[in-house]
């Protein structure tokens, strides 16, 4: 009955005569579910491409290691006798 009082009690109707949804109404009620479910696919998106983020720095950071451990021969010159 409180709802009811809060909501529609000094509500003015008469220009609804069809007697419609109120959309303004209906957007608030389910504004908190959307908005989580929102929330939480984003947080997902965001976690996922940090991983990807985390990999890809880490893939070049190797390459950049893997380049530098290798040396270079060093030629032998034949000595003249």
Not at 19 to 33: C, I, N, T, V
Not at 43 to 61: G, H, V
Request: hydrophobic share 25%.
């Amino acid at each position: 009955m409180s709802i009811y009082k809060e909501l529609f009690y000094e509500r003015d109707e008469s220009y609804n005569e069809t007697q419609k949804y109120d959309k303004l109404l209906a957007m608030d009620h389910f504004r908190p579910e959307v908005e989580d479910e929102l929330q939480h696919d984003v947080d997902n998106i965001l976690r996922n491409e940090l991983i990807y983020l985390k990999l890809a720095i880490d893939n070049s950071e190797d390459k950049k290691t893997k380049k530098k451990k290798k040396k270079k021969k060093e030629k032998k010159t034949k000595e003249k006798n």
